[in-house]
């Protein structure tokens, strides 16, 4: 029986630098791509884009954070002109959840502006308190409404036979119940190369698919890119996968059969994400009654290629 190997997704090492594919998990010899240096913060001069893909939690917490400081600004501002009335005097929590009330238009009744200088106060708090409240509702609707693919990619990408010519493969499920329509993959190979001056240059070259497009893409697909002499592949040699030294970057596109909206996802394969002389474990069986199974679970599977396979050129 052909041995199974079974290796689980790690998370991304964390960085203050920005990677150049913000969501693309690390290899295991370390990033798969090289991290901007010398940018500014994305927070500060790309706002909107930044929110959107930030996770559920960071939105929240940051939303939170700038909740309590406005807060406790404009309480500052209160306390300093002690215009509240029925609140203690020089209470600082009594002044914040006066400010509460006011952002949020609640107003129970029980504390008032009474001096000029409250009044102007209270009012461009509750005009902050109004536009701040559009801004994080548009925002949280266009997050919560963002398209996304749901599209899994297999652990490993392989290099052996595929009816008898060299390929290179992996594997693409789709997690939906709904299919993506149109689906179309493209693939290239991103490599370090040395020019004859002696400069390191990053090389793309793309990879040809025997199938490309997808008109339905409903549960599972594997993509088979085969090794000619075309291919950039075609003259590698196991010792060529080094950590660092090149990178397959996938991406596919499509139509989301239920949203009739755009979708893409994208994946990177390192050198130490292609297995040699490897194929990826069948996801099919047929049951006695006559119906056919997928096992998802053996989805990142892989097991070892016949002997006879190679993924490259021999002399």
């Not at 000619?228 to 596109?253: G, Q, R």
Request: glycine residues 8%.
């Amino acid at each position: 029986m052909p041995s199974r190997i079974r290796d689980g997704q790690r998370s991304p090492p964390k960085s203050r630098r920005r990677p150049l594919y913000a969501n693309v998990a690390a290899s295991n010899a370390g990033p798969v791509t090289p991290v901007r240096e010398g940018l500014p913060s994305e927070l500060l001069v790309d706002t909107y884009h930044y929110l959107i893909r930030a996770s559920w939690p960071a939105l929240f917490g940051l939303i939170l954070a700038t909740f309590i400081v406005t807060n406790c600004l404009f309480a500052f501002g209160y306390l300093i002109d002690s215009g509240i009335e029925n609140a203690r005097h020089g209470s600082f929590g009594d002044a914040f959840f006066f400010s509460v009330q006011t952002m949020a238009t609640i107003g129970y009744g029980k504390m008032a502006p009474v001096t000029t200088a409250a009044n102007i106060l209270v009012s461009f708090e509750a005009l902050f308190g109004l536009m701040a409240l559009a801004l994080v509702t548009g925002l949280v609707f266009a997050k919560f409404s963002r398209p996304s693919s749901g599209v899994r990619f297999s652990r490993y990408a392989v290099l052996s036979d595929y009816d008898g010519v060299p390929s290179l493969m992996f594997r693409m499920a789709n997690s939906r119940a709904d299919e993506i329509v149109d689906a179309q993959v493209q693939v290239a190979l991103t490599r370090r190369e040395v020019t004859g001056a002696g400069q390191m240059m990053m090389k793309v070259r793309d990879l040809g698919l025997i199938r490309y497009r997808n008109p339905m893409f409903g549960l599972t697909w594997t993509a088979i890119h085969p090794i000619t002499e075309a291919s950039p592949f075609y003259a590698m040699t196991a010792d060529d996968l080094k950590p660092n030294s090149l990178w397959v970057i996938i991406s596919l596109t499509g139509l989301d059969g239920a949203l009739s909206q755009t979708i893409h996802a994208r994946h990177v394969y390192g050198a130490a994400d292609i297995q040699w002389g490897a194929r990826l474990v069948d996801l099919f069986r047929q049951e006695p009654d006559g119906s056919w199974h997928v096992d998802l679970d053996s989805f990142d599977l892989t097991e070892t290629a016949p002997p006879r396979s190679t993924a490259a050129k021999t002399d």
